[in-house]
């Protein structure tokens, strides 16, 4: 990430996208001053946020994250004191109202019910806040601290991936509080919905699209600002990919004609010559012309095709990584997944569902509902505990789980585990990447590699247990339309809200146990 620059107003919601690895954390920590960048500046009121030590308990961090507004309570109410004792002290007067206004513009009156609401809001409120931190889990770790982030109230709300560990109810909350914000918000995210309902504007990393038709002095800003929700973004950055293309196609039309004519100009002779002329004039004239004429058109030609290399479009490769899932090796007829009042005790309610070969379903429901239970079912084709009651039967298929790849999974060997994927990675992995170990990638292309991996042994029914987790959004995207065209039996069971409100398969709603 270099020669980055955006401004972030008051009334701004901006997201910040790119690809795995461009550095949106990074970007998000230098906001914060956790980092300092090796050039430039950055220009904020933000103070660096404290500390949160996973030993500490929740009251503590509740306490830490209210300080401030208790701090301006408790000096108002001794400057309002200080008044009724003093009261024709002008500076107490104006620092009266400098601490009203503060108070009020932050709602410190009202911090204890505050706390509730944003506790309540995200789904935390039953936890005993005598609790620390370590001893919750991973998703309510997450949404403690996003609780305690709310409740600090910064000028500048920053927040990385915060729709991740949180449900229905807690991300509508979210989606509400970051609509309401008293200030900025700049915040990176991979969920399509959450984008499009809260941002204002997308903040793209991903600039090589965009340079055909930027201005020439913000052409070298490694940032690139695309106002508008993220269908905006979306209509945005796929006309941008096209302008590339044709750019680059005219560039290389251009090049092969300058090349072509500078290679004929070299041959160029006087054509319409003839005895008669020759005996008048000397054939010196016309060699020296036509010499003439053929360094001019060799000069113009090197002139023409230097200043091409000077700004010289790249090839675009966005083809490159574009998933292509090959055609299922065979191909069944009648019903590939047979489930009938499938049920585990404490983990999933009765469920019953068919698809046929071909057919395309999507499990949906709340955390806990179940989902990976059955597509585990579905795929190991036995119970998955001794008290599970029901009938699943289904042909072979293959997993991908939501968990990260290990060396003990399925799809995993230990050649590919400490090598690297190899050339299974073409299509769905940089070839830089294809040597190395999959525990050294990053969780967006250790998905990838699942993906590929899943895609080499072409299933006739493949199962995916959350399939937009981890990935970049173009990464995403690609993988939707990927799955929309195949030919496959394909289940895949999801939260995304974006990927649900768009998909055209069949539908399974699980829900909670009673």
Known sequence: MTNVSFTCEDTDRLCVVGPNGAGKTTLLRLARHELEPDSGRIDSSILPPQQVNRDESIRHILETATAHDRMIIAEFNDVAMQIADQPSRVELSEKYDALLAQATQRDSWNIDAHIHEVLAGLDVDH?????????????????VQLASVILSHPDVLILDEPTN???????????????????????????RDFIEKVATAILDLDTEPFQIYLHPDTSA???????????????????????????????????????????????????????????SVSKKFFADRAQAVSTRRKNDDTRRLLAIEKSEIRKPRYDELIFK????????????????????PGRLAPVSFDVRSGEHLLLTGPNGAGKSTILRWVHERRPITPNSRGVVNAESSVFIPQTLPQPTDELIDEKTWHNGIGEK??????????????????EGNQRRVQIALAAAQCPSLLLIDEPTNYLDLDGIESLESALKNWPGTLIISSHDQWLIKNWNGLTCQLHTLL
Not at 127 to 143: C, H, K, M, N, V
């Open 221 to 279: 800003n490694g940032i690139v600002r695309c106002n508008g929700r993220y269908s905006d973004y979306l209509e945005h950055k796929a006309q941008a990919k096209l302008s590339h293309q044709t750019a680059y196609e005219q560039q290389n039309g251009e090049k092969s004609y300058l090349i072509s004519h500078k290679h004929e100009s070299e041959h160029v002779v006087h054509k319409n010559f003839n005895s008669k002329s020759e005996q």
């Open 127 to 143: 936890i005993d806040i005598s609790r620390s931190l370590e001893s919750l889990s991973p998703g309510q770790q997450a949404r």
């Open 425 to 442: 990675g073409k299509g769905f992995l940089h070839a830089q990447y294809w040597t190395t170990p999959l525990s050294l990638l990053s």
């Open 165 to 191: 560990h949180i449900d229905a109810t807690a991300r509508e909350y979210l989606i509400e509080t970051v609509h309401d914000w008293h200030g900025a918000v700049l915040f990176v995210s991979h969920d």
């Open 325 to 344: 899932l090959p055609l299922p090796r065979r191909t069944t007829r009648g019903i590939s997944v047979h489930v009938a009042d499938a049920q585990v």
